[in-house]
């Protein structure tokens, strides 16, 4: 099993910057990718950023520029710098975790959100 934490969400006025921080907790099984998505009311959840194990990194075209996403491997944390954030921005931002089991087996796990809301 693997269990995800996040934290760091918030109000911020237009322009302003916040961290999230997302801290995987595992027994045993092995985690590969780490990324963030977000959704807004009404909307789908979309990625945000992802990066890999290996430190390759992907993000979503609204976000290139602004966000930067990185990853402690020894800690199973990753993180989400935004900054220049703006009110379309506001979502509630979900840690996800794709993991392979001891058997092998792919699983994806994610963490409970965390609101960020960027005020105009």
């Known amino acids: 099993q693997v269990q995800l934490v996040e934290s760091g969400g918030g109000l911020v006025q237009a322009g302003g910057s916040l961290r999230l921080s997302c801290a995987a907790s595992?027994?045993?099984?092995?985690?590969?990718?780490m990324g963030w998505y977000r959704q807004a009311p009404a909307k789908q959840r979309e990625l945000v950023a992802i990066?890999?194990?290996?430190?390759?990194?992907n993000y979503a075209d609204s976000v290139k520029g602004r966000f930067t996403i990185s990853r402690d491997n020894a800690k199973n944390t990753v993180y989400l710098q935004m900054n220049s954030l703006k009110p379309e921005d506001t979502a509630v931002y979900y840690c996800?975790?794709?993991?392979?089991?001891?058997?092998?087996?792919?699983?994806?796990?994610w963490g409970q959100g965390t609101q960020v809301t960027v005020s105009s």
């Open positions: 595992s027994s045993s099984f092995r985690i590969n990718a």
């Open positions: 990066t890999t194990s290996g430190g390759s990194t």
């Open positions: 996800n975790a794709e993991t392979t089991t001891p058997w092998g087996a792919r699983r994806d796990y």
